[in-house]
């Protein structure tokens, strides 16, 4: 329990941690941004990133072939319990747990709307990630 308070404590300190809409492209791509950051100070290993980055690839795919704003919302959704049992797994660690549920509440929220745009931030937070994610 302690750990979670910690954690909690902290979440207001990690600049990475703000609302994904507030994202700008420097924060995305710059060496020194908070892609940068959190791909520094994550402890997940490479191997899982590469198999999250997958699921939300197909994710990102789906966006762009698909009108049907429902079918892309379901995948969304199917998500969080994805990245939940990562997490609860330990293969998930804590900051990129809370970063991709932000990021998964924030393309939700945008698709119930019926905007399909901020996918391409999502890819490029996506594609950040990877390119400066080392093991």
């Known amino acids: 329990m302690r750990q979670n308070t910690n954690q909690r404590d902290n979440e207001n300190q990690k600049e990475y941690f703000k609302d994904p809409a507030n994202w700008s492209v420097e924060d995305i791509a710059l060496e020194k941004g908070l892609v940068a950051t959190l791909a520094k100070k994550d402890k997940t290993k490479m191997s899982q990133v590469r198999k999250i980055f997958a699921e939300l690839n197909n994710l990102y795919s789906l966006s762009k072939k698909s009108e049907n704003i429902d079918e892309i ?63």
């Open 73 to 135: 919302k379901k995948e969304v959704l199917m998500l969080f319990p994805k990245i939940n049992y990562a997490k609860n797994r330990e293969v998930l660690k804590y900051d990129l747990y809370v970063v991709l549920k932000n990021w998964l509440n924030y393309l939700y929220n945008e698709l119930k709307k019926g905007n399909k745009k901020p996918f391409e931030k999502f890819h490029d937070f996506l594609t950040a990630l990877i390119s400066y994610k080392k093991d």
